[in-house]
Structure formats: structure tokens, C-alpha cells
């Protein structure tokens, strides 16, 4: 940014400043002006922050995409473990019922 700081001085003097005066706030002014950030510079955060937001944004839906394969093999491996503890609930009735021997007890 160019900084008009002949301009700035000759101002102060046309106003009244004395030679010290207008050296000073010319230097002041010079000092605030660097601290500016320019339309250029905004657009170049800009685009770093839309950079930085895209590679968080693939950076997620690759994660995304781990977590839902995880959980589609939990849900597989749940529900062969639903069908295996079925499998034994149902074998462990079946045997308990065939050492039953049908017969009534006997009563004392």
C-alpha cells in the first residue's frame, strides 16, 4: 500500500503543525497505516481458510466413511452373535427337554 506520507505532512503543515508536530503524526500515520490490512491480503486469508476448510472437510468424510464401514462389520458380527446364542439357546432347550422322560413323578 502506498503510503502518501509527503502528503500527509504538507497537510499538517498547511494546518498550523510545526515542523516536529508534523513529523511526529506523519510518523504516527505511517506506523497506523502499516498496521492496515488491505483488500488483497483479506482475499489471500480468504482463500487459505477455504483451502484449509476443504481439506478439513475431505479429512471427515474419510473418517465418516471408516466409521460406517465399522459399523456395518458391527452390525454382521452382532447378528451372527444373535444367531449363534439362538442357535445354543435352542440346543440347550432341545436337551433339556429330551432328558425329560415324559413319565408323571411319582408321588409320596
Not at 510545526?18 to 504516527?28: C, L
Not at 471427515?60 to 451372527?80: D, T
Amino acid at each position: 500500500m502506498a503510503i502518501p506520507s509527503l502528503k500527509w505532512y504538507r497537510r499538517l503543515m498547511e494546518a498550523g503543525f510545526t515542523d516536529e508536530q508534523a513529523r511526529a503524526m506523519t510518523g504516527i500515520l505511517i506506523e497506523r497505516e502499516e498496521d492496515l490490512v488491505t483488500n488483497e491480503d483479506l482475499a489471500r486469508e480468504l482463500q487459505d481458510v477455504r483451502r484449509e476448510i476443504g481439506d478439513l472437510r475431505k479429512d471427515m468424510e474419510h473418517g465418516f466413511a471408516l466409521m460406517e464401514r465399522r459399523f456395518a462389520e458391527m452390525e454382521r458380527e452382532f447378528a451372527q452373535l444373535r444367531e449363534e446364542t439362538q442357535r445354543k439357546l435352542e440346543h440347550a432347550m432341545a436337551s433339556s427337554a429330551g432328558t425329560r422322560t415324559g413319565l408323571p413323578r411319582r408321588r409320596r
